[in-house]
């Protein structure tokens, strides 16, 4: 080394924690198996010439008498609600695994990623 100038440090004072990310990718992975396992039966249920009625995503009452009559329709809207809140469920598994290892800045990101998807969604159901 030149004179006057400082040898690095062999060890670092800080100590680098592994991003956990196990309970976010099977959180992932579990949404997109439950949507595509929906789809699958929706599809199989209207292969085999179950009579599908039309029916409202909001009625609570209509989907559970579809999930319990294998009404394609309802099948179909399970998987949908599947595909949406997954990525939502997602990003707080994120947040929680990041609080675990006192990541502040990473709970802070993940949260704030959360209300910009809740803020679009509201701004999606209201029509604006």
Known sequence: MSPGVAEPDAT???????APRHLTSTTLSAG??????????????EALGVTSRPGDMTDIGAL?????????????????????LTPALALLVTAWEYLTIRDRRSVLLALAVLAVLMV?????????
């Open 32 to 45: 997109v198996a439950v949507s595509a396992a929906c789809f699958l039966l929706a599809g199989a249920a």
């Open 12 to 18: 670092p004072d800080v100590v680098r924690v592994a």
């Open 64 to 84: 559970l008498q579809g999930w319990l009559s294998l009404d394609p329709w309802a099948w179909a809207s399970l998987g949908t609600f599947a595909v949406i």
């Open 120 to 128: 679009s969604a509201a701004v999606a159901l209201l029509g604006y």
